[in-house]
């Protein structure tokens, strides 16, 4: 199955600190490329273990004893370890959003490039897919998924509009949803607003958000002190979460400080955001929006 090169696959897997024993997830397989980069690098006694909650990952599996694949979300990132036996890893490496592959094959409906069902489900079994979003929800609800998750500051009219145009019939295509939406969609932007709406539909469609919060969560508890999270995101939602939690082991709000003015978190951000250079962008262009944060996993402070 064809997947493009892995994004900025060097300095995540650098930023792991790779030690030739140690532990490590990537909780994000897809075509496997980070995967066997962190495998190029540990020794006989390593592991690795993936996560992918999409099929057609797992026709990448790697033939590799120190390899593991577990075919589920990323959100159950504890649960699945612990059926594995493992409480403990030295790092956790993430490459969020939609694969190249993804995007590439027509029928998924995750690019705005071909003409497919409303579907955009990263989870093939799942039952709720972007027609239900469309067609089901009312118009408050998909206002709010427009506003929220695609950051359109038209998402009043939008949503109103979808509402109007699904009485006469169901809108079961993205042509007919890109119809619908004609007058919001100016030549000179179309394509960038269509990407907005997209994006939108997409991270509701699969809890995108709902399931990085708890995956993040749980890394403080299976990342040793002093191991590493290595993690890219593709736009500002998904990346404001990382940086948020990297730096304050919360999401709002800034942690309590101590009587000497102190503060206790679990982590400790590595050097600043790394992004590709322009070569990387030329070879793969869904590098273009990708931003990498590394964190390390900090002692916690005795009581």
């Avoid at 079994?125 to 427009?146: C, I």
């Avoid at 809890?207 to 040793?224: H, R």
């Avoid at 992004?275 to 009581?303: M, V």
């Amino acid at each position: 199955m064809e997947y493009h090169n892995p994004v900025l696959l060097h300095p995540t897997v650098d930023g792991l600190d790779i030690k030739e024993d140690g532990v490590y997830v990537d909780v994000t397989f897809g075509g496997g490329g980070h995967s066997r980069e962190i495998l190029n690098r540990l020794g006989p006694k390593g592991k690795l273990f993936a996560f992918d909650q999409d099929a057609d990952a797992l026709e990448n599996i790697i033939d590799d004893s120190r390899f593991t694949l577990i075919p589920e979300n990323f959100r159950f990132l504890k649960r699945f370890l612990r059926f594995h036996g493992v409480k403990e890893v030295d790092g956790i490496l993430g490459d969020f959003g939609v694969s190249s592959h993804q995007f590439d094959v027509a029928e998924r409906g995750f690019s705005t490039r071909f003409e497919a069902d409303l579907d955009m489900r990263m989870n093939q079994n799942s039952a709720f897919s972007a027609y239900d979003v469309v067609n089901n929800y009312e118009e408050g609800q998909l206002r709010n998924v427009l506003f929220q998750y695609g950051e359109l500051r038209a998402a009043a009219g939008m949503a109103r509009i979808i509402c109007e145009s699904r009485k006469a019939t169901p809108i079961k295509t993205s042509e007919q949803l890109k119809e619908a939406l004609g007058r919001f969609l100016p030549k000179h932007r179309e394509n960038k607003i269509l990407a907005q709406i997209y994006q939108a539909i997409r991270i509701e469609v699969n809890q995108e958000l709902e399931a990085l919060k708890e995956f993040l969560l749980q890394t403080i508890e299976v990342i040793k002190p002093g191991g590493r999270l290595s993690l890219i995101s593709y736009h500002s939602l998904e990346d404001r979460l990382v940086k948020r939690y990297m730096r304050n082991g919360m999401f709002e709000g800034e942690p309590e400080k101590d009587v000497f003015g102190r503060v206790d978190v679990p982590l400790k951000p590595v050097g600043k955001f790394i992004i590709p250079d322009a070569a990387e962008i030329k070879q793969n262009n869904r590098a273009r929006s990708a931003k990498l944060r590394i964190a390390e996993r900090l002692a916690p402070k005795l009581k």
